[in-house]
């Protein structure tokens, strides 16, 4: 049974930072893509960032040069790192299963193109 289980959201400061983790089971994580998405309060699911099977990242523009995603194949996790935080950052973030994508850019803009999804972590960023 594939599982995705986030953890590691809290209330941080502008300008402070968060380490996400998403801890899967029930499939082999190296050969698939793995999905970051956020939403917030009345907006739409978006796509945050992405890790395909060949570790080919992808960044939405609004999280470029603040956020890196890496994975762990041994621990079968994978982690969010996002510094220098912003209020707009501000939702429930979810990890979500793709495909064995050599690379995500084609697919993260659409959720609907991943699998099995995490119940979300709250990530809140105020003063």
């Known amino acids: 049974q594939v599982q995705l289980v986030e953890s590691g959201g809290g209330l941080v400061q502008p300008g402070g930072s968060l380490r996400l983790s998403c801890a899967v089971s029930?499939?082999?994580?190296?050969?698939?893509?793995i999905g970051w998405f956020r939403q917030a309060p009345g907006k739409e699911r978006e796509g945050v960032s992405c890790?395909?099977?060949?570790?080919?990242?992808y960044y939405a523009d609004s999280v470029k040069g603040r956020f890196t995603m890496s994975r762990d194949n041994g621990k079968n996790t994978v982690y969010l790192q996002m510094n220098s935080l912003k209020p707009e950052d501000t939702g429930v973030y979810y990890c979500?299963?793709?495909?064995?994508?050599?690379?995500?850019?084609?697919?993260?803009?659409?959720?609907?193109?991943?699998?099995?999804w995490g119940q979300g972590t709250q990530v809140t960023v105020s003063s």
């Open positions: 979500a299963i793709g495909s064995t994508w050599n690379y995500c850019s084609p697919y993260v803009r659409n959720p609907g193109s991943f699998g099995s």
């Open positions: 029930g499939f082999t994580l190296a050969y698939y893509a």
């Open positions: 890790i395909s099977s060949s570790d080919s990242t």
